[in-house]
C-alpha cells in the first residue's frame, strides 16, 4: 500500500515540476525575444538619426564652402556637390539661394543667361500655381544653383522668399544663425506625391561679423538648402537592420497643424508606405513600443519602432515543450523504478509482523532500525545548530568590520581636525594680543579664521558622505546643474567652460553632484592664469562605465602633491590648503567612490590639470546622442 502511494508522490512531484520547468523557460524564452526586439529597434532608431545628422552635416559643409569662397561658379558648385548627392539617396537637391537685391536683379539675370539659361528670369508663384515674373521689392532669394538640375528646373529662379511661410523660417535662421527645417511639403511644384523637406542653413559675407542679430541681418549673402526624402534616408538607413519583427514610425511632433505624420517602414513588405499605412501617433504609443525624440534643424521628430503582431510567437522555439518532455519522461522512469524494485528490509517485517509470520531475529532488526532513526535525527540536530552557529558568526564579523571601518573613519578624522585647526588656533590667540595694539594684523587674522572655518567645513562634508541622508535620489540634468554652478562661483578672472557634447541625465541625489562640480570647477578657477581661465568637460560612454572629464589650462599641481591631493589628512596638500576648493578633493573622492567609481587626476604645465571619473554607466537614465548643434558653453564673470 505503501508503495502505491510513494508512486504517486513521484508522479505528482514529477509532473508539478516538469510545468514549473516550462512555465520558467517560457517566461525566460518571452523576455528573452522582448530583449531581441529592443535591440534591434534601438539599432534601427540610430540608424535613421545617423542618416538624418549626415545629410545635414552635408548642408554644413555646403555652407562653409560658400562662406569661405566668395566667389563661386556654376561648374565649382556642380563638381563640390556632386560626390554627395552620389552617397545620399535621402538628398534630393543641393540648392544656392543668394541674397540679391533690387539694384542686382538685372546683374544675376543678365549672368545666368551668359551662363548658357536663356530667359532666366527671377520668378514667384501667383495663387493657381502659375509661374510669373517676380514684382518688385527691396530684396529677393531666387534659386541661383540647384542639383540635379533636370529634376529640379522647375524651381531654377524661383524666390524662395514670395512664399510668406517660407519667408519667416528664412528670417529666422538668418536672425540665429543656425539651420531651420520646414514641415513636409512637396519637393518639386505641381509633384504632390515628391515629399520631403527643405532645410534652411544661412551664408554670411566672407568675415563680417556676426555676432549679434543686427549684424547678422546686414552680413547675410544668402542661404544653402537642402531638400530631403524622408522615405528615402529611412529605407536606405535600415537596409542593413534587422526589421522582420518591427515597423518603423516618423512623426513631426513641431508641426502645428497635428498632420505630423512623415514615413513608415513596414517589416511585412520591407518597403516605404504613406497612404494606408499612415497611423496616428497616440494610438502606437499605447501598446509594446521604443520610441526616440530627435533634433532635425530646430524640430522634433519621433521615431517610433512597434513589434509587429505575433511577433512573440514568431520568435518562440521548442525549448520550454522539450523541457516539459523530458521533465515527464524522467518522471516515469523514477515512478516505474519505484513500482518494480524489491521492497525495503523494513517493509517486510512490517508485512511479516501483520501476517504473524514474524521470526526469533525480528526483535533484533527493529531494535537496529530504531537505532538507525535516533542516529539519523541526533546528526540533523548537528547540523542544523553548526549552521545556526556558522550564520551568527558571520554576522557578527560582518558588523565588527563595519565598526572597525566606521571608527577608522573617526580616528582619521578626529586627526583631520587635530592637526588642521590646532595650529592656526595657537596662531590667532597670538594674534589677537597682537591685534590690539597693530590694526595691520587683523586682515591676517580674519583670514586665519577663515581657514579654520573651512577645514571645519570640508570635515563635515566628508564625515556626511555615505551616511543617512534625507535628500532624495533623482534624475539630474547635469547641463541645468554646470548653470546652477556656474552662476554661483565668484572668480577674479574670466572663466570660460566647454562643454563638448551632451550631458546625459544621471540618478542620484544633486547634493552629491554638486558637491564634485562645484569643487572642481572651483578649484580650476582658483587655479587660472592672469589671462584666460577655460575648463572643457566631456561625456562619453565606454562599455559599462560612464566617463567624464573635466580639463582646466591653469596653473598645474606640483608633482609631489598629486599623490596626496585627495588625502583628507591633508586637506589637498601643503600648498593648495588655503584653497577651499581644492581642499575639497577628498569629498570629491569620497562622493565618487560612495556610487562605486573611481577618480584619477594628471597635471602638467603644458597640458593643464585633467580630472577624470568613471562611474557605473547603471547610474545613467538617458544616454545621450551625438549633438548637431555647436559646444555649449558657460561664461563666468
Not at 55 to 77: A, C
Not at 233 to 251: A, G, H, K, R
Not at 302 to 327: D, F, K, M, N, Q
Not at 600 to 622: A, C, M, Q, R, Y
Amino acid at each position: 500500500m505503501k508503495r502505491h502511494s510513494v508512486v504517486v508522490l513521484v508522479l505528482c512531484l514529477g509532473f508539478t515540476l516538469s510545468l514549473a520547468g516550462f512555465a520558467l523557460v517560457r517566461v525566460w524564452e518571452h523576455s528573452r525575444i522582448q530583449d531581441l526586439f529592443e535591440k534591434s529597434a534601438t539599432q534601427a532608431i540610430d540608424a535613421i538619426s545617423d542618416g538624418v545628422e549626415e545629410n545635414l552635416e552635408t548642408l554644413t559643409e555646403l555652407s562653409n564652402y560658400f562662406s569661405e569662397n566668395p566667389n563661386i561658379g556654376r561648374e565649382s558648385f556642380q563638381e563640390f556637390v556632386s560626390p554627395y548627392l552620389e552617397k545620399n539617396s535621402g538628398l534630393y537637391a543641393l540648392q544656392w539661394v543668394p541674397r540679391v537685391r533690387q539694384s542686382q536683379r538685372t546683374a544675376y539675370e543678365d549672368q545666368a543667361e551668359l551662363d548658357g539659361h536663356t530667359g532666366f528670369r527671377i520668378t514667384e508663384r501667383k495663387g493657381g500655381g502659375q509661374i510669373v515674373p517676380a514684382k518688385e521689392r527691396d530684396e529677393y532669394f531666387p534659386v541661383y544653383y540647384v542639383e540635379p538640375f533636370e529634376e529640379n528646373s522647375a524651381v531654377f529662379g524661383y524666390d524662395v522668399s514670395s512664399n510668406p511661410l517660407t519667408r519667416k523660417l528664412l528670417e529666422a535662421s538668418r536672425d540665429s544663425g543656425g539651420q531651420l527645417a520646414t514641415s513636409t511639403e512637396p519637393l518639386v511644384p505641381q509633384r504632390r506625391d515628391l515629399l520631403g523637406v527643405f532645410v534652411i542653413s544661412p551664408v554670411y559675407l566672407q568675415g563680417a561679423p556676426t555676432d549679434s542679430e543686427e549684424q547678422r541681418r546686414d552680413n547675410l549673402r544668402g542661404f544653402t538648402i537642402a531638400a530631403l526624402r524622408v522615405g528615402d534616408i529611412v529605407s536606405n538607413q535600415l537596409e542593413e537592420v534587422n526589421t522582420d519583427w518591427m515597423d518603423v514610425y516618423l512623426y513631426d511632433d513641431s508641426d502645428p497643424t497635428g498632420s505630423n505624420f512623415l514615413n513608415a517602414y513596414a517589416a511585412t513588405s520591407r518597403s516605404r508606405r504613406t497612404g494606408s499605412f499612415e497611423r496616428r501617433k497616440w494610438e502606437l504609443v499605447r501598446g509594446p513600443h521604443v520610441a526616440e525624440t530627435i533634433d532635425v534643424a530646430g524640430r522634433k521628430w519621433s521615431i517610433l519602432a512597434i513589434p509587429i503582431p505575433g511577433y512573440v510567437r514568431e520568435g518562440r522555439t521548442w525549448l520550454p515543450w522539450g523541457i516539459l518532455l523530458c521533465g515527464l519522461i524522467f518522471t516515469g522512469v523514477i515512478a516505474l523504478g519505484v513500482l518494480v524494485s524489491p521492497a525495503p528490509k523494513r517493509f517486510k517485517v512490517k508485512k511479516q509482523e501483520e501476517e504473524g509470520e514474524v521470526s526469533e531475529t525480528q526483535p533484533v532488526q527493529k531494535e537496529s532500525a530504531g537505532q538507525e532513526s535516533k542516529d539519523y535525527e541526533r546528526r540533523v540536530e548537528e547540523l542544523r545548530t553548526n549552521l545556526e552557529k556558522q550564520q551568527v558568526e558571520a554576522e557578527r564579523l560582518s558588523l565588527q568590520s563595519q565598526l572597525s571601518q566606521t571608527q577608522s573613519e573617526l580616528q582619521q578624522l578626529t586627526e583631520v581636525v587635530a592637526q588642521s585647526v590646532s595650529l592656526p588656533l595657537r596662531s590667532i590667540h597670538t594674534h589677537l594680543l597682537e591685534a590690539a595694539k597693530d590694526p595691520n594684523k587683523q586682515k591676517e587674522l580674519y583670514q586665519r579664521l577663515g581657514r579654520v572655518n573651512a577645514t571645519l567645513d570640508r570635515v563635515i562634508e566628508y564625515s556626511g558622505v555615505g551616511q543617512r541622508d534625507l535628500s532624495p535620489i533623482e534624475d539630474i540634468d547635469l547641463h541645468e546643474l554646470m548653470d546652477t554652478i556656474a552662476q554661483d562661483l565668484d572668480p577674479k578672472q574670466k572663466l570660460t567652460i566647454d562643454i563638448e557634447n551632451d550631458m546625459p541625465k544621471v540618478h542620484a541625489r544633486r547634493i552629491h553632484l554638486q558637491q564634485i562640480f562645484e569643487y572642481l570647477l572651483g578649484r580650476a578657477l582658483g587655479a587660472a592664469r592672469a589671462d584666460q581661465g577655460t575648463v572643457h568637460i566631456e561625456s562619453d560612454t565606454e562599455g559599462a562605465e560612464w566617463v567624464c572629464t573635466v580639463r582646466d589650462n591653469g596653473r598645474p599641481i606640483s608633482p609631489q602633491y598629486l599623490e596626496t591631493l585627495f588625502d583628507m589628512r591633508t586637506l589637498g596638500g601643503a600648498d593648495w590648503a588655503q584653497d577651499a576648493y581644492t581642499a575639497g578633493l577628498p569629498v570629491v573622492k569620497k562622493v565618487v567612490e560612495f556610487y562605486s567609481g573611481t577618480i584619477k587626476v594628471e597635471s602638467s604645465d603644458s597640458e593643464g590639470t585633467v580630472f577624470k571619473l568613471t562611474f557605473p554607466k547603471n547610474i545613467l537614465t538617458t544616454v545621450s546622442r551625438r549633438n548637431t548643434s555647436s559646444a555649449l558653453q558657460h561664461s563666468v564673470v
